[in-house]
């Protein structure tokens, strides 16, 4: 056992871990919320207007940045874990959110056509790819053992909050310098923030305690993991997760206009989804500390498939339950992630192996929302996609069922 293993086990023994950690743990979720993964992905669509006022693009055509974006990400974020590895979370974590800063400069200067708009935001995810939850939950797991999933619960919660209060803060500032001052204003706010996250994060001992890890070791614990069978059945379960919620997140308000809810009922009702995503992130890291994880998952996806086919079958009835409980299984995916990563394969590789697991999560993500429309579209109601996506969280749910008992 090491030296810094060995100092890890005494504090863990001398308080709550919390007590040690958890200026680690409030920046991270800080970082995680000003992020890639967040601050972009949740007020993109406030944009959306303007461009088609100044542009005359469709819809479908101002919703390519963040396909393009979720596509970029998902193929960086391998090679952005074993940099973590290799290098911990301070200095990548500095250089990402001065590339995302410079990344919403360059959006608002040069975004004129359908191909520009879509570089740049592609160019957007690579600059910003360590500022995901990837380096940020790499810390987290490196320091809690008892309390890792609620730890890891507050940290993703920033993503939550982000999404509570990002589409304020930027509808004003459109309204305030237009659509290209607001992206400089998220590039100075970006920096700012950026400043205070790497001074902080360089004075914890969290944030740089995997600069110390053995990079043959990390190899080594990576090719194990991917001769595994566990490996390969976590990403199958979060793949078929995530086709199953991704495009319920993205059609949930056409989904209540076609059982009859006006729009503006139907976005009040939406709402609830930003609600329970942060208390689904909460409370699922705090089951998982006491629960063996995987069956949390389960319990957790049949509540959102009983809520999904209620929606199909009974209507406006049952949408306010039904949002609940899908924005709660939202909020427990990415917990999910980072957790079974550590528990089942330790964090010599964390980052190889999640950001490997998260870009599977990302390219679900990305193609749900076509899926569940293509039906839509196929059918003319969204009956069927409903239960399409029901039957993806079946076959997860089964997925999750099949994982062996962590190691002592």
């Not at 803060?169 to 100075?188: E, Q």
């Not at 056409?254 to 006006?262: E, K, R």
């Amino acid at each position: 056992m090491s030296s810094r293993e060995s100092q890890e086990i005494k504090d863990r023994n001398t308080g709550s871990e919390f007590s040690h950690h958890w200026l680690l743990v409030l920046v991270c979720a800080v970082g995680i919320g000003v992020g890639v993964s967040a601050l972009p992905f949740y007020t993109q669509g406030l944009f959306i207007e303007a461009w088609i006022a100044d542009f005359g693009w469709t819809r479908a055509q101002a919703s390519l940045g963040i396909l393009g974006s979720t596509l970029a990400l998902a193929a960086v974020l391998p090679f952005i874990g074993s940099i973590v590895d290799r290098y911990g979370l301070v200095t990548p974590v500095m250089i990402s959110l001065l590339g995302l800063s410079v990344a919403y400069v360059l959006l608002g200067l040069f975004v004129q056509s359908i191909a520009t708009f879509v570089m740049l935001a592609m160019l957007q995810a690579i600059l910003g790819s360590a500022s995901s939850p990837l380096a940020y939950t790499r810390a987290i797991n490196t320091v809690f053992d008892k309390q890792r999933g609620l730890a890891l619960g507050v940290a993703l919660s920033g993503a939550g909050l982000a999404a509570t209060f990002g589409p304020t803060l930027i509808s004003n500032a459109i309204d305030a310098f237009g659509w290209r001052g607001a992206y400089y204003a998220m590039a100075l706010f970006t920096l700012v923030v950026g400043a205070v996250i790497v001074i902080v994060l360089s004075r914890l001992k969290g944030a740089s305690a995997s600069t110390n890890i053995d990079t043959e070791a990390a190899s080594e614990d990576f090719k194990i993991a991917k001769a595994s069978r566990t490996y390969w059945t976590i990403m199958a379960a979060i793949f078929c997760l995530s086709l199953g919620l991704g495009g319920l997140m993205i059609h949930f308000v056409p989904i209540l206009l076609d059982v009859g809810f006006t729009t503006d009922a139907a976005v009040k009702i939406a709402g609830v989804i930003g609600i329970a995503v942060i208390l689904g992130r909460l409370l699922v890291g705090f089951a998982v500390d006491r629960i063996f994880a995987p069956r949390v998952a389960i319990a957790i996806l049949f509540a959102c498939i009983c809520g999904v086919l209620a929606l199909a079958l009974l209507g406006s009835a049952v949408a306010v339950p039904a949002a609940f409980v899908i924005g709660f299984s939202v909020g427990a995916e990415v917990d999910l992630i980072g957790y079974l990563v550590a528990r089942y394969f330790g964090i010599h590789a964390y980052g190889q192996i999640y950001g490997r697991q998260y870009s599977t999560f990302l390219i679900a993500t990305g193609l749900s929302p076509v899926i569940l429309g293509a039906v839509r579209d196929a059918t003319g109601t969204y009956t069927a996609s409903l239960f399409t996506a029901a039957a993806f969280m079946i076959v997860s749910a089964a997925l999750f069922a099949k994982l062996p008992k962590f190691k002592q």
